[in-house]
């Protein structure tokens, strides 16, 4: 939780009681996140109630009882937590005292820091737009001061207060039972999924998941740099010993987890025993998918003519128009993940890895660019962290770079791991590759430096020259 943190105000040190308050909140949530867990636990049960029976009867003598249970060991919590801070038993009223004044100590802090954070980014605006630059409205001002205000420890302790009234226990016990609930729900439907008639597909979708998308991390960081290749150099020398040696180890790795996943179903050795499994598994899913779909569409049929008859007698000559999801099949998902065994989708993810990472350097350096130029500024008067300001492209000066994004469209006769050769705002020649998973007349976005403070651009895709599908 972001309360005020205390800190230096004005070149002076802040007195040390304000730190009670905010032991105080970071205790108070320890004990109701953490401490009161096996409490809540226990009275689960109590509040298990049906929705009718709850309406029909309402609360009952043990949700009170064990809402008195509740606030009595909150107020143990309490004074264990005043003991510890030094007050003996007899001294409730000067801490409640000591920290109601810590409270107003900190909303005081919290408004200069509101001011100091405003000086801060006038002095901004200013240096980028300009010693004439006209003065923020009230309004922005207002707005700025909502926005940027930090949450002070009376807002914590406000919350901390509701947590202690029957109807905020009485609802938060309610939706710990749902949750426990759904929890349930869904562990027993992914036990049935698991372990059901088609347990063996989904388990094999499971495990080909997390090979390729967590086990294999190493492996592509580690290989990455083979396949960072310009355009033109990839269209000079083509694919190299590398880049397919690469790609022996990936199918070897794949391999040898596969034949352990056989193993660990029973299959032994016999993978090709564990494809034809999976191969009759995948058929009855499918069956059981096109009849869902099949039913779908019927009663999308009789609704349509429902809405047809509504149109007649209102006279309305629109036609009706009823959008399908199309069920998902295992097959679907299989076929994918086979997909990713072949060379040329290996050779296109592990290149649209590379421009992710050149994507995110591109990133971090402009940041850092950025953090320079904060840097050169005076430092603010007070403990403040000053973030950027989003300003209107029209009142900024169009020489000033800054990191902006083209969304390119894939053209006809490109597919996924293509080379395309793209201009940027700035004039600079960029060459980037096609995700996986796009086809001709889909998008992308690709960073770029373009020449104000503009975000967008689209930048018509050209194939880089001689590219070969």
Not at 40 to 68: R, V
Not at 222 to 241: D, S, Y
Not at 277 to 298: I, T
Request: charged share 25%.
């Amino acid at each position: 939780m972001l309360f005020a943190l205390p800190g230096h105000v004005g070149g002076e040190m802040e007195e040390a009681r304000e730190f009670i308050a905010h032991r105080f909140c970071a205790f108070a949530l320890k004990t109701l996140n953490e401490d009161m867990d096996p409490l809540f636990e226990k009275f689960l049960s109590i509040f298990d109630q049906d929705a009718k029976e709850f309406l029909q009867q309402g609360e009952t003598h043990e949700q009170y009882a064990a809402y008195l249970e509740y606030t009595a060991t909150l107020e143990e919590h309490a004074s264990n937590f005043a003991l510890q801070e030094g007050y003996s038993p007899g001294d409730a009223g000067t801490f409640l005292k000591q920290l109601q004044r810590a409270i107003e100590e900190d909303k005081v802090h919290a408004e200069k820091q509101v001011e100091a954070f405003l000086v801060h980014m006038e002095k901004q605006r200013r240096l980028k737009l300009g010693p004439d630059a006209p003065p923020m409205e009230q309004g922005e001002v207002e707005l700025m001061k909502a926005l940027f205000r930090p949450q002070t420890v009376e807002d914590m302790m406000e919350m901390l207060l509701h947590m202690t009234e029957y109807t905020s226990f009485s609802s938060l016990m309610r939706a710990k039972v749902q949750q426990k609930k759904f929890i349930r729900e869904m562990e027993r439907r992914k036990k049935e999924l698991m372990m059901g008639e088609t347990g063996l597909a989904h388990r094999f979708i499971h495990f080909a998941m997390k090979l390729l998308n967590d086990d294999l991390h190493e492996f592509y960081t580690r290989w990455m740099p083979v396949f960072a290749q310009e355009a033109e150099n990839l269209q000079n020398q083509g694919h190299t010993h590398e880049q397919y040696a690469a790609f022996e180890e990936y199918t070897s790795v794949i391999e040898t987890r596969l034949l352990d996943f056989c193993a660990q179903e029973g299959f032994e050795q016999d993978a090709r025993g564990l494809f034809d499994e999976l191969q009759r598994v995948l058929q009855k899913d499918q069956e059981q998918v096109d009849a869902q779909l099949k039913r779908v569409l019927a009663e999308v049929e009789q609704r349509k003519e429902q809405m047809r008859a509504r149109a007649t007698e209102e006279a309305d000559a629109e036609k009706p128009l009823i959008l399908i999801c199309k069920p998902a099949a295992l097959g679907d998902l299989m076929h994918s993940l086979i997909q990713q065994t072949e060379y040329q989708n290996f050779s296109a993810s592990m290149r649209f890895r590379v421009e992710q990472d050149r994507m995110m350097r591109m990133l971090l350096a402009g940041l850092q660019e950025e953090s320079a130029v904060q840097g050169a500024l005076p430092a603010p008067d007070a403990d403040l962290e000053v973030v950027d300001v989003e300003i209107d492209d029209s009142r900024v000066p169009a020489a000033v770079p800054c990191i902006g994004t083209m969304t390119v469209t894939v053209p006809e006769g490109c597919e996924a791991g293509s080379q395309l050769s793209l201009t940027a705002p700035d004039g600079q020649q960029v060459c980037v590759t096609i995700p996986g998973g796009l086809s001709p007349g889909m998008s992308f976005e690709v960073p770029c430096r373009s020449g104000g403070y503009g975000g967008g651009y689209s930048a018509p895709a050209v194939p880089a020259p001689g590219y070969a599908r």
